[in-house]
Every structure is written in structure tokens, then in C-alpha cells.
């Protein structure tokens, strides 16, 4: 079973050096040491979130701490393409589903999109609440899946933001249930952010599938069938990393 992983600040991995003693403590010790009962001779992760991997073992156990010597400290390089989920946002949880997964399939980044078919509307104290309950889920699905840096969250945007990512990315994707062009046999940029825009329940709107086209953006389709938009983004990622990243 592959050993849980803590986060750390970037101060404590900062000096680190292979043999160095580190103290885990706060949320993050009381999690290891009080809910996951970790033991004396257990191997855990350390990461910063932007990067930085340890591998330590736990030599003490106290009340909300663990006692760490670090074995292997490594640096994960970060992509020379960055992808980007723009997901409309969606009623039923769907969007916090798809965010999940997608972080699990290695996105670097998710954009909350008012789209003008999505049900639920982000204002004021709401869009504060919703965009913090996004963040605390990528944070906890890149805990799951060991991964090393976090990915960016943000948001509420519209249509003229994104169409100004749009504008500004080595290239942009609409998934579309119409689209002519598959995404499996699309190339991908070997750098620069790469841009998956999932619509809400009713799809992309007509007008702003023409006006994200008309900034530089490729409607795509996945595949026969059509996805929810929980499953469209994360199902995207993974057709795009069988093309590069996973090989």
C-alpha cells in the first residue's frame, strides 16, 4: 500500500536535507498520529504542494505529532503544457465530481465558469462559500492520489473570461456533442496551457460555442456517446495524458 502523504510548508522542505529531522504537527500531525494511527517505523509523504516530495520515516509519536527523519527528498517537474478544466458550473454536485476526478487525472488547474445554461449561480457570500468548498476538495483528491503540487482554483468566470484564457492558450477545446473533430486524434501543444471547457446539463449555449470558437477555441467530441458533465472534463484528461503524459 503505497504510504499516506502530509502536507508541509515549503519552509520546512525549504533547508531540508536527506537525514534531517522533521516534526509534523498541527492538522496535518493530529491527522497522522491521532485519526490514521501512524506508528514508529511507518513510511509517510511529505509535500509542499508545489512540488517538492519526501520520503521520511517516523521515528516518535506524540499527542498530535509525528517524529519524522527524511529519507529521499525529490523535485517533480511541472509540465511544460498545463490543462486546464473550465467547468461550467452544475446542479447535483456534478462540477465537485468532475473537479475531484479531475485532479486525480493530473489537471493543473480548474476554472469555476458561470456558463449561461448553468442552474446554480454563484453570487456574493455564496461564490466565497463555493469557491473555498472547490478548493478543499482538490486539496483533499491530491492528497489521495499522492500528488505533489496542487492545482490552482478559480472563479466565478464568464464568458468574456474565458474567452480572454481562450485568447491567451496554446489551444483551447469545447467539448461538444456535434463536433466533427475527435479528440483522440487531435495533437497537443508540447507547451502552453491546454484548455477543456465542459459545459452545464443543457451543453454550451449556441452563442458562446460561437463566440469561444471565434476567440481561437476547437470544438471537440470525446466520443459515440454523450457524458454528464461530472464525467465530460475528467474523461477529457485522460484522453490527453494516454497522448503524452502517461507514456
Known amino acids: 500500500m503505497t504510504a499516506p502523504l502530509f502536507f508541509v510548508s515549503a519552509d520546512q522542505l525549504a533547508g ?16 497522522g498520529a491521532t485519526v490514521k494511527r501512524i506508528g514508529v517505523g511507518e513510511q509517510v509523504l511529505l509535500t509542499d504542494g508545489v512540488g517538492h516530495r519526501a520520503d521520511a520515516v517516523v521515528e516518535g509519536v506524540g499527542v498530535g505529532t509525528l517524529r519524522l527523519r527524511l529519507q529521499a527528498i525529490t523535485l517533480e517537474q511541472q509540465p511544460d503544457s498545463r490543462f486546464i478544466l473550465i467547468q461550467a458550473l452544475a446542479k447535483g454536485d456534478r462540477d465537485e465530481l468532475a473537479i475531484e476526478a479531475a485532479t486525480e487525472l493530473g489537471v493543473d488547474e480548474v476554472v469555476a465558469w458561470q456558463a449561461a445554461r448553468s442552474i446554480v449561480i ?9 469557491l473555498r468548498k472547490w478548493q478543499s476538495i482538490v486539496l483533499a483528491a491530491t492528497k489521495q492520489s499522492r500528488r505533489t503540487r496542487i492545482p490552482l482554483v478559480s472563479g466565478p468566470a464568464d464568458q468574456v473570461a474565458v474567452m480572454a484564457r481562450i485568447e491567451a492558450a ?4 469545447v467539448l461538444h456533442e456535434d463536433a466533427q473533430v475527435a479528440l483522440a486524434g487531435l495533437a497537443l501543444p508540447q507547451s502552453g496551457d491546454v484548455l477543456v471547457i465542459v459545459g452545464p446539463e443543457g451543453g454550451v449555449a449556441a452563442d458562446e460555442l460561437s463566440a469561444f470558437v ?29 497522448a503524452g503524459r502517461w507514456r
Open 16 to 31: 531540508a536535507a536527506v537525514g534531517s529531522e522533521l516534526l509534523l504537527d498541527g492538522p496535518e500531525g493530529r491527522h
Open 214 to 242: 471565434a476567440a481561437g477555441a476547437v470544438a471537440v467530441r470525446l466520443g459515440p456517446h454523450v457524458l454528464r458533465s461530472s464525467s465530460a472534463g475528467p474523461a477529457a484528461l485522460a484522453v490527453m495524458s494516454a
Open 122 to 130: 454563484w453570487r456574493g457570500e455564496r461564490a466565497v462559500r463555493s
Open 170 to 173: 496554446a489551444l483551447a477545446l
